[in-house]
């Protein structure tokens, strides 16, 4: 799948820091919001599963995804709550449910912290400024892990990962203007697009 362009960038991504909130959802909301398929502010695995679908994932990957998500990050975003065993994600709560061991661009309220998205590029990219290789990819996961926090390590290791195997261009690079789309979840929208008009004769 070729990388995500520039010019299909949200008009308000360069926006969202300064505001941290569009509309009424903070940058970690609308980037889980894609996944809410009948906009009731709840995910549930089916739904996080038809996501994966839709943008372009194999029933296998999606299968595991929709498991590890939801049974995840239920129970942290829906505090005083008894768990269910259909593991729903409450998508207003979902900043309770950010994990350790992570890039630090979304703060404890999720909102998009500039200045932690520009560190990735500065810090790991190596052989391109405005992307990085797989290898670059893994030393900053190394880099962010906290100490002994195995659950973090391995959702990180996942999530971007998943990414990589996604939105890897020809030379094996993944653009820094896909990973920033990524963070609001325009990508995730914009891959829908690509994946449901590949399909039309």
């Known amino acids: 799948m070729s990388s995500f362009s520039a010019a299909n960038k949200s008009p308000l991504s360069d926006t969202i820091h300064s505001e941290g909130?569009?509309?009424?959802?903070?940058?970690l909301q609308k980037?889980?919001?894609f996944f809410d398929q009948n906009h009731d502010?709840?995910?549930?695995?089916?739904?996080?599963?038809?996501?994966?679908?839709a943008i372009g994932c194999g029933l296998l990957l999606s299968s595991f995804a929709s498991i590890f998500i939801n049974v995840g990050l239920s129970r942290k975003t829906r505090p005083?709550?008894?768990?269910?065993?259909?593991?729903?994600?409450?998508?207003?709560?979902?900043q309770k449910a950010k994990h350790g061991s992570d890039s630090g661009v979304y703060d404890t309220e999720g909102r998009f912290v500039?200045?932690?998205f520009e560190e990735i590029f500065r810090k790991h990219a190596r052989s391109n400024s405005n992307a990085l290789t797989s290898d670059e990819l893994m030393g900053m996961l190394k880099a962010n892990r906290d100490p002994k926090d195995y659950g973090g390590w391995v959702a990180s290791y996942t999530e971007w990962k998943i990414l990589y195997i996604l939105c890897k261009d020809k030379n094996g690079l993944l653009h820094k203007d896909t990973i920033r789309a990524v963070y609001d979840g325009s990508l995730f929208e914009q891959m829908a697009k690509e994946?449901?008009?590949s399909k039309q004769p």
Do not use: C, D
């Open 21 to 27: 909130m569009e509309g009424e959802q903070n940058v």
């Open 31 to 33: 980037h889980v919001s």
């Open 41 to 53: 502010g709840i995910v549930y695995p089916w739904e996080t599963f038809k996501g994966f679908r």
């Open 80 to 94: 005083g709550k008894y768990p269910s065993l259909l593991f729903p994600i409450e998508v207003k709560n979902i």
């Open 114 to 116: 500039h200045s932690k």
């Open 195 to 197: 994946k449901a008009s």
